[in-house]
């Protein structure tokens, strides 16, 4: 069949060509969109008296009536058309003749595009945002249960310093906050309607731009029809937050492996989100982080690839812009699936504190607060430094720790030392007292959480 844009050709091409060419296997996504902003557009042609006002109640109910029959099923797509709009206008013509013929007045697919692409990504960016916000509870939830179980820190993962599980789970929080932000900032810029910039320069027709823009949820129309129907940085902007939102699950997911390995036993996934090996019965893996972790490097590949693909695009349209959806859309569906496995994850895991304790118990975390004692008592930090240093040598020559050692024993290292160091390098004491805002104490986690639900409400 020839196509809708025979004329100067036969438009009669190769039918490899043709399955090269097409994009509606992926763009038929974009359905919703395509005829909602089809049917601004009719309304707008309507009011300005380009078409009948007749012709424009045609069209919309027409339009109503395809986006009926698409959602349940009666209507299905048809793989021969190149894309999602030329169907459209296919089936609408079908329905009503030459009336149909009408609606592509004073616009075109490069504007059509832009506009569905960015409808479809405010929704589904929308969605995104509320699975992350899912998310942000549930590990909110666990940090609340957890605000005073203590393990250790960790810097170049070697234990560092005491802190709570709740205080660790916060960082995480406060990561995931920014990925709100992040995405409800490009939200901004991608509200922007395009439509109306027709092919590139504008159309002679006396339309209103405002007028479809307002009735389509936009904030304000593209100011350059050249700018309008070629910009993609949206999409550019979603997969940065999206690849930066993966990171950070990544990271979570990386410390959820390590913590339910049989060497940390930090926590224990629950059964639903972790699979078995079909040779070694004993196993437990987490499949479900490691996947995560993985597709990281899709999503980061999505946004490499429309960064490469845009770069050096002479203005306006150009075919390989076609290229822009199937990223995104992985990326975004992606970031969806991850997302809803994620937080249900955190939510049943179960927080093995008796091991983050005895964990605890070794490594010295609380050395610093040694060094810190002796700093009270009128030592200069480096010098205090110096001796808590050699005093864990001596710990770990002999194998104890500091909380066994005597003290005629400390009194060895420095006369500062005397009986109330015990409570000082307490466990408890040493979460306690860093009450520092942001810090690990109770309190400090407390405020911490109280923040994270704060914005979670507004
Ligand atoms: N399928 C095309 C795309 O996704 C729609 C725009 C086509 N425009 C054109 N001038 N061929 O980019």
Redesign the pocket.
């Known amino acids: 069949m020839a196509k809708l844009w025979a004329g100067r050709t036969a438009g009669v091409t190769d039918p490899v060509a043709d399955d090269f060419n097409?994009?509606?296997r992926f763009?038929c996504k974009m359905y919703r969109q395509d005829i909602e902003g089809s049917m601004a557009h009719a309304a707008m042609l309507g009011a300005k008296g380009i078409i009948s006002q007749q012709d424009a109640a045609t069209l919309i109910d027409a339009l109503q009536g395809i986006l009926d029959d698409l959602n349940s099923g009666a209507l299905e797509f048809d793989m021969a058309c190149?894309?999602?709009?030329m169907f459209v206008e296919q089936v609408l013509t079908e329905r009503v003749g030459d009336v149909g013929k009408k609606l592509h007045t004073a616009r075109?697919?490069?504007d059509?595009?832009a506009l569905d692409?960015r409808m479809y990504l405010r929704s589904e960016t929308q969605e995104v945002i509320a699975l992350v916000q899912e998310l942000l509870a549930a590990i909110t939830a666990q940090a609340e249960a957890h605000k005073a179980s203590i393990l250790p820190g960790y810097t170049h993962l070697q234990r560092a310093q005491p802190i709570t599980f709740g205080h660790h789970l916060m960082a995480y929080a406060m990561m995931l906050l920014r990925d709100v932000d992040r995405l409800q900032d490009a939200l901004k810029r991608l509200n922007v309607s395009p439509i109306g910039c027709c092919?590139l320069a504008g159309t002679t027709y006396d339309t209103d731009r405002w007028m479809e823009a307002k009735q389509l949820g936009f904030d304000s129309v593209a100011r350059n029809s050249l700018d309008g129907v070629s910009d993609r940085d949206f999409c550019v902007e979603l997969l940065s937050g999206y690849a930066i939102l993966m990171m950070h699950l990544s990271r979570l997911s990386e410390e959820l492996i390590l913590w339910s390995s049989w060497e940390f036993q930090f926590v224990s996934l629950s059964d639903a989100y972790t699979t078995g090996s079909s040779i070694m019965p004993q196993k437990k893996n987490p499949d479900m982080a490691e996947l995560v972790r993985g597709k990281t490097g899709r999503v980061y590949g999505d946004l490499m690839a429309l960064l490469t693909t845009l770069k050096g695009l002479p203005l306006a349209?150009n075919?390989d812009?076609?290229e822009?959806?199937e990223a995104i859309f992985d990326a975004v569906e992606t970031v969806k699936m991850c997302l809803q496995v994620f937080a249900p994850m955190i939510a049943t895991m179960t927080v093995r504190t008796d091991n983050m304790k005895k964990a605890a118990q070794t490594g010295f975390i609380n050395a610093t607060d040694l060094a810190d004692y002796l700093v009270k008592k009128g030592l200069p930090f480096r010098s205090a430094y110096k001796i808590s240093g050699q005093i864990v040598a001596k710990c770990i020559a002999e194998g104890k720790v500091l909380e066994t050692l005597t003290l005629d024993e400390y009194k060895t290292f420095s006369d500062l030392f005397d009986e109330d160091l015990y409570p000082e390098i307490d466990l408890n004491t040493c979460v306690e007292k860093r009450s520092s805002e942001g810090g690990t104490s109770v309190q400090s986690v407390e405020a911490q959480i109280a923040y994270v639900k704060a914005c979670l409400k507004s």
């Open positions: 097409s994009s509606i763009d190149e894309d999602i709009h075109s697919r490069n059509q595009v692409l092919a349209y075919k812009m076609q822009d959806k």
